[in-house]
């Protein structure tokens, strides 16, 4: 950096109620660090955001600067759009406070807080809003690009639980986005991403969850996979919203069942059933909280966040014979084949008309997701090349893809992602509010002009 933007950066310190990181300062190291450890970049600066005005500050300088801007809460991105090496970080993890108004049943989420916060503060009152299934992942990221979670079937996706945003926009603006103010603003970050500015709080619908929930897992060899996996997806049709179906495959293995979160009665129901698809050789059937269950895919934080990472997926309108055999075709390869997860979607998710939102392929009946993890730099290629290679082979079968589970750096403009249609609205909203294309590492959607 020259000696004017030492100067700019010195100014910058001065007008932050948080701080900021250079490459020489202490805790620079693990606040660059992000859940895919495969990600090693340097930013020139990061910004340790403790308001929103630091955010103003910290965009405005990185325009002065020159400088590309990442976004950083959880830090989930597989890609890692939260860190642009030799950039500007906007590190929004200071800023986690979540207040609830249980009267009103709703609850203001800063920018930075992570779904465990946003959980354990709802909770207290016993009511929920749609989260992710792992308690370190950032509200915002989650929120932005769709969310789903465990209460989707029955109240839709992060996204359509939010009833307004604050947000900084390209020039510094700090804007509040709902259905009456800014709505065009208020629609793209519906499922547009972090395309149109920096979220620095959302203000979410509440529901109530004051039941126990109940976790069903049961364990199929694989010779019979095919026939199991079929009289699942057949069962699944008629599934109580309360239910969302799940499954996992693996290259030694299949699970298949549900998780309920609801009222008790009835959560046992389809039990029986999915017991009589086939010879199980270990089940878990587990009652717990609804917290208890937010954190059950969580392992030690520390430990994730040393993995590397490569993950991808699909979603499908059907879960047809042939995506099933595709499946497990890919499963019997071996070596380096990565595990394999369905969710079903459905319900409150499709009752959202397409039009209403930036969030698409409200249509899908189940969600792929190819996930995997590993320490060794020697098997990134094979790792990373075996994951491709799986997700490939279901492509002629899919519908679309989850913005947020994109398995590489893919346009917004992949029809996969957004319609052609839908593209056009959410490249309006980018004109307006990001002309320059100030915020573009996410899936972007690039202006016009």
């Known amino acids: 950096m020259t000696r004017s933007d030492d100067r700019l950066t010195a100014a910058l310190r001065d007008q932050l109620d948080g701080h900021v990181l250079t490459k020489a300062d202490p805790g620079y190291d693990e606040t660059r660090a992000v859940w895919n450890a495969l990600v090693d970049r340097h930013p020139e600066l990061i910004v ?27 830090g989930h991105s597989a890609v890692g759009h939260a860190v642009p090496d030799g950039g500007l970080m906007i590190d ?26 946003l959980d354990r503060a709802t909770q207290q009152h016993g009511l929920a809003t749609t989260a992710g299934n792992v308690s370190h992942t950032g509200v915002g990221g989650l929120t932005l690009g769709g969310g789903m979670g465990w209460l989707a079937r029955q109240h839709g996706l992060s996204c359509d639980n939010v009833v307004s945003y604050e947000v900084v926009t390209a020039d510094g603006s700090v804007l509040r986005a709902s259905a009456t103010e800014h709505p065009d603003l208020f629609w793209g970050l519906r499922g547009g991403g972090g395309n149109f500015g920096v979220v620095t709080d959302f203000e979410f619908g509440l529901h109530e969850v004051a039941h126990p929930t109940l976790s069903v897992e049961l364990d199929f060899p694989l010779e019979q996979a095919g026939a199991v996996l079929r009289g699942w997806r057949d069962l699944n049709v008629d599934a109580a919203r309360e239910a969302t179906y799940t499954a996992f495959v693996d290259t030694d293995r299949l699970i298949v069942g549900y998780v309920w979160v609801g009222h008790p009665d009835g959560a046992a129901q389809d039990l029986p059933a999915l017991r009589a698809l086939g010879r199980v050789t270990a089940e878990r059937v587990e009652q717990a909280s609804y917290l208890e269950l937010q954190t059950r895919g969580d392992s030690d934080r520390l430990g994730v966040h040393a993995l590397r990472r490569y993950s991808g997926g699909h979603y499908f309108r059907a879960l047809t014979d042939e995506v099933i055999d595709g499946m497990l075709a890919g499963a019997a390869r ?33 969600e792929l997701n190819v996930g995997v993890g590993w320490n060794d730099p020697e098997e990134d290629d094979a790792r990373i090349e075996a994951s491709r290679t799986y997700v490939r082979g279901l492509l002629p079968f899919a519908s679309g893809a989850y913005g947020n589970r994109v398995e590489d750096e893919v346009a917004s403009d992949d029809p996969r992602i957004y319609s052609l249609a839908k593209l056009d609205r959410l490249t309006a909203v980018k004109d307006a509010y990001d002309p320059d294309n100030v915020f573009h590492l996410n899936q972007n959607i690039t202006p016009s002009r």
């Open 92 to 117: 929004l993890t200071p800023m986690g406070a979540v207040r609830v108004d249980p009267g009103r049943r709703r609850a203001r989420v800063q920018g930075g807080a992570l779904l465990g916060a």
């Open 48 to 74: 340790r955001c403790a308001s929103t005005g630091d955010v103003v500050a910290a965009v405005r300088a990185a325009r002065e600067l020159g400088l590309e801007i990442g976004v950083r809460c959880g």
């Open 334 to 366: 071996g070596g380096f084949t990565p595990a394999a997860g369905l969710q079903a979607y459905g319900g409150a998710i499709a009752d959202v008309a397409d039009a209403d939102a930036a969030f698409s392929n409200r249509e899908a009946a189940f």
